[in-house]
């Protein structure tokens, strides 16, 4: 499980998300979702220990995730960026290269469908639903339409507003 409570997080002087609170449950998706430019990725950012909330915490299986902590805790998770380095090509090309272990609780992917042909979405999402259905905590950033493709199961979404 991984929690957001009371999160605010800034960028260049701006507040980009205040207030934001869910909980990640292990054996779900979770998907957050925004408009482009909402702040998403700078919430993976912080979920993962890399950035910092001027408001509010991370918690990882009921541990606080801080700027000291995170890199220990960063090896429970398996993390899967917007920006892919070479050779991976999408989103499900890195996570089958990093193969979660049964030590990584939880399961990160930023906005993977960009660019990605239905084909591969498709298996991304399935891929996904198997890991959470595994006793993963699965959590993804993706546009509204994306997350649609995450039902029926049971999915939970929280929207980000600018």
């Known amino acids: 499980m991984i929690e957001l409570k009371n999160g605010r997080i800034e ?3 701006q ?14 998706v979770t998907c957050l979702t925004g408009v482009h430019g909402c702040g998403k990725t700078l919430l993976v950012r912080a979920l993962l220990g890399l950035w ?8 990882l299986k009921g541990e606080p995730v801080t700027l000291r902590s995170a890199k220990w805790l960063r090896r429970l ?5 917007q920006q892919l380095p070479q050779p991976f090509t999408d989103a499900l090309e890195a996570l089958d ?5 049964p030590e990584k609780c939880c399961i990160i992917v930023d906005d993977p469908f960009g660019g990605m042909d239905d084909e591969r979405a498709v298996l991304l999402t399935n891929r996904l639903q198997t890991l959470a259905e595994a006793g993963k ?4 950033t993706c546009s509204p339409f994306d ?15 600018t």
């Open 52 to 59: 910092p909330l001027q408001r509010g915490y991370v918690s």
């Open 137 to 140: 905590t699965v959590v993804v």
């Open 15 to 28: 507040v980009v998300i205040d207030d934001l609170s869910f909980v990640a449950p292990a054996g779900k």
């Open 11 to 13: 960028a260049g002087g």
């Open 97 to 101: 290269d990093q193969e979660p272990t």
């Open 77 to 81: 998770m398996t993390y899967v960026p």
């Open 147 to 161: 997350a649609v493709r995450f039902t029926p199961s049971v999915t939970l979404a929280y929207q980000i507003s």
